[in-house]
């Protein structure tokens, strides 16, 4: 009895853990995937979406499929910024934003001056029409 508990303990174990390394890895989300991903590094000249979150939590995977559904039709006019809270190399930007909650989207100005931000959720029609607005349409 002791065995068989032990060996459901450990099949357990191996699938929680390969569900979560699934879910840590944008690339292997079903849809919404960030395709249009820019570097982390914010240049002037252009206004940008800062989008902070993790690859785990719901409200951040629905800002994913946002970004991922809005972004193609802006790519030329807005820059995006993909800042995963769980990669080491983004940790910088999160602590230059002071980010405290995720999702959070911060815009910047094209002389890279933050502009708002918000925390949460963002409709694509209200993203589509702040980018509007951030390019003077």
């Not at 174990?13 to 914010?42: E, F, H, N």
């Not at 993909?82 to 080491?88: A, F, I, K, S």
């Amino acid at each position: 009895m002791k065995n068989r508990i032990l060996l459901i303990a450990v099949v357990l174990a191996v699938v929680v853990i390969v569900t979560a390394k699934g879910q840590r890895s944008p690339q292997k989300c079903a849809t919404g995937c960030l395709p249009m991903v820019a570097s982390p590094r914010i240049q002037a000249g252009k206004p940008a979406w800062v989008l902070i979150h993790s690859s785990l939590c719901i409200p951040c995977k629905q800002m994913e499929k946002t970004a991922a559904a809005v972004m193609p039709g802006w790519r030329d006019q807005v820059q995006f910024v993909d800042v995963l809270v769980d990669r080491p190399q983004d940790q910088k930007l999160m602590q230059k934003y002071k980010v405290s909650l995720i999702p959070t989207s911060v815009f910047l100005d094209k002389n890279g001056k933050e502009i708002s931000r918000f925390v949460g959720v963002i409709k694509k029609d209200d993203l589509n029409k702040k980018f509007a607005r951030m390019i003077g349409k």
